[in-house]
Each structure stands twice: as C-alpha cells, then as structure tokens.
C-alpha cells in the first residue's frame, strides 16, 4: 500500500528523513537544484512517486509533491501546483510530470 501523507508539511518532513533532501525548482530548461546550482533536464530525471494535496479551505488550492531522482543521484522534491505550468516550462518536462 503506498504511503500517503496528512499535509504537505508532514510529507516533505519524512521524505528529507528517507534522504530526499535536495529542493528542485522548476525553470525553463528543466529542474534547477538551486543550492548545487545546476539544471536537469527532463530526459535525466525520474519521477519516482506523487502526492496531491488540497488547499483546507479552498479546494482550487491544489499542490503536487514530487519525489525525484536524477541521473547523477540526486534525490529531492519538487512543490508545484496541480496542474498549472506557468512560464516556459518545456513540453518534455509537462510529460514527464504529468500524472498518469
């Protein structure tokens, strides 16, 4: 049974104990690891597990945790609203976190 989580605070807590401690953004080109300062594209992540949230008072205000790995082994999250890809975020990257 997969593991699920009360609240987004909860969940991002016990997967930095899991050892997912690097925090991902989404840019253009990619994921940017802010603190390592470096860019992964798409091709070179996999999104091992999800988890959605809803806002308590507004369901509109939705999130999705990504659990992520890279080719060169780090391991992070990623905090995104459900289903809103503002900027240039490329069309491989909406595949890639797209939830099937």
Not at 24 to 40: P, S, T, V
Not at 42 to 65: C, H, M, W
Not at 77 to 89: E, F, I, M, P, R
Request: negative net charge; glycine residues 8%; hydrophobic residues 35%.
């Amino acid at each position: 049974m997969e593991k699920s989580y009360d609240s987004l605070s909860v969940a991002i807590n016990e997967l930095k104990k899991e050892g997912y401690t690097e925090d991902f953004n989404l840019c253009d080109a990619g994921i940017e690891n802010k603190a390592k300062k470096n860019i992964h594209k798409a091709v070179n992540l996999n999104v091992l597990k999800y988890y959605r949230f809803e806002g308590q008072t507004n369901p509109d205000d939705s999130t999705i945790l990504y659990v992520i790995e890279t080719s060169t082994g780090e391991r992070g999250l990623l905090v995104d609203a459900y289903g809103v890809y503002a900027g240039n975020v490329s069309l491989e990257m909406i595949e890639k976190l797209k939830i099937h």
